[in-house]
């Protein structure tokens, strides 16, 4: 089944200490700032802000694990109340720079996963969010336990899929354990893309087409070709009348 949706938010990880920051902020809709714990220190925080404030690029903020040398990806054992602390803390360090023009919320790697499928720590992490940063949009993988947690806790969520990353016929990311788990390839990444807004689908690398409905798409920034890959959606979406913009509220 077609879906007319005529526009998508395009997403991307940058204050990462990639080298393509510069070029893909001009490109995507909104960005996902490392809050200096997986990567980033005051410095990157402040120069993307101001890279993204340039380019009217919707800001967010990224915080993961406390684990640099393993880029936050490593699950970590946390409780729900270490959770909240450790997103709560991350998103004040960026609000400082960003003040008003933070826009929303991604959590990076192994929190993501872990807050995105764990009951528990969803519904602490979501609950801090909805007393310290009510107005801030989370973005949560589609189909989640935390994108259905916040949304019952008032929050508004954006159901978030992936252009680079192959799924499972579960639904589930593949692991980047696997050597299948990554997609390289800026074209298909952008028939991923495109499947997915306008057939709201991902085939699988068996063939089986999964069901996603997703109002923000991501790139990662630290992949092999990021600013390719969106280049490629770009290009495609452009050709279909697919626009990009932002998530904004009504």
Known sequence: MTNDLQSID????LGEGGEHDAAIMSLVSSVNIACGEHAGNL???QETVSRARHHATAIGGHPGHSDPDHFGRRPH???PEAAAEL?????????????????HVKLHGAL??????????????????????PHLFIYAAAGSPLASIATHDGLHVIPEAFADRR???SGELISRSEDNATIESTNEAAAQAYEIVRYNVITTPSGKQI???????CVHGD???????????????????????RPIHH
């Open 112 to 133: 993501y996963h872990q807050v995105g499928t764990n009951e528990a720590l969803a519904i602490a992490v979501s609950r801090a969010l909805a007393v310290e940063w």
């Open 77 to 79: 054992p946390i409780s």
């Open 87 to 103: 997103v709560v803390h991350q998103i004040a360090r960026i609000a400082a720079v960003a003040g008003d023009d933070l826009h």
């Open 223 to 245: 992949g092999l070709v990021p600013f390719e890959i969106i280049q490629a959606i770009h290009s495609l979406f452009a050709r279909e009348g697919i626009r990009i913009s």
């Open 43 to 45: 410095k990157s925080i």
């Open 10 to 13: 395009l997403n991307c990880d």
């Open 167 to 169: 799924y499972h016929k």
């Open 211 to 217: 069901p996603i409905s997703a109002e923000t798409l």
